[in-house]
């Protein structure tokens, strides 16, 4: 048997006083090494379970908050929302009159957009680091909140000489400046309720100021993307339209388009809906309110009785380029 040579080992202070270097030990080969135990199949690593304490209430929890890394549980989040709730980035842009580079110095949290599944992910932030951020600068943790009664004709012509900025308004604006061009047209205006409350579908009541009177009920769409309204809010507003027997006719306006199934929809429905696209605000900001082109859904003629075809008397249809 030939004996096995391993690494020296280091000297203790006797070696080092007689020169020398190291010890060797002789092992002999022929014995296996005890097994490793972490290698036995019976072997089982065992995971700690304990889990961190929430910061707020001190129960253990799993959770961290997303901004604060900090374990904090579900039921302390919703309790306080001041302190750990989320604000969205057009919120914190709008109503605290922040800019996008200020909030560059804060955390901020992804999640899907709950109303469009295809669109970009929602930017939150934390809600009370927001008002930290609006009170250096402002002075006021408060929102800056405006409660608008007009569009200026200023406001007018520069949306009319640069339509595709109707993107960069917001739901409350757009909302009051068609509510603006139908009261251009002649019709007594109503508005429902603010954009953020519930309206029962409709957003703006409207009805001629003289002349033989009609009930018309609007509903507005505003995208900030080249997003287009579809089918399936057009359905949900002829349903509430079918259960208001009172009201005459509907009107759908966006400031983008409808998608194809929207517009198959209402022309099955054209005795009681309209749809008003990005086309149609582009001369309604320009005052060009009798176009032949808003006949559209009119027919040529109509047939009051077998062999009896009464013409419509109306002007020749424009379509826009």
Known sequence: MSPTLTRPETPNKTDAGNGSYGICRVIDASRSPSPDPRRSPNFTHRVPTHRPDCVDCAKPTGRLHPILNIP??????????????????????????????ELLSLGSHLVDNPHYKKAAPMQLY????????????????????????????????I???????????????????????????????????????????IDILACPMSGMPFLLAVQVK??????????????????????HREISMGLVVTNTAFSPDAQWFAEQQSALLRLRDAHDLTRWLKRDFDNPYEWREMPDSITLAPNIVIQIPRPSIWVPS
């Open 222 to 243: 505003h995208h900030r993307s080249s997003r287009k309204t579809g089918v399936s809010e057009i359905r949900d507003f002829a349903g509430v339209l079918h259960t």
């Open 159 to 201: 949306l009319a000489e640069c339509p595709s900025r109707l993107t960069q308004l917001s739901p409350a604006e757009f909302e009051l400046l068609i509510a603006d061009r139908l009261s251009e047209m002649g019709l007594r205006i109503q508005q429902v309720g603010a954009t953020n409350r519930k309206d029962g579908g």
């Open 72 to 101: 904090l549980c579900a039921d302390c989040r919703k309790a306080k929302p001041a302190v750990y709730g989320y604000i969205s980035k057009t919120r914190a842009l709008q109503e605290y009159r922040l800019k996008e580079n």
């Open 126 to 157: 934390l809600f009370s680091q927001v008002q930290y951020l609006s009170r250096q600068k402002w002075g006021s943790s408060d929102p800056y909140l405006v409660t608008s009664t007009s569009i200026s004709e200023d406001h007018i012509s």
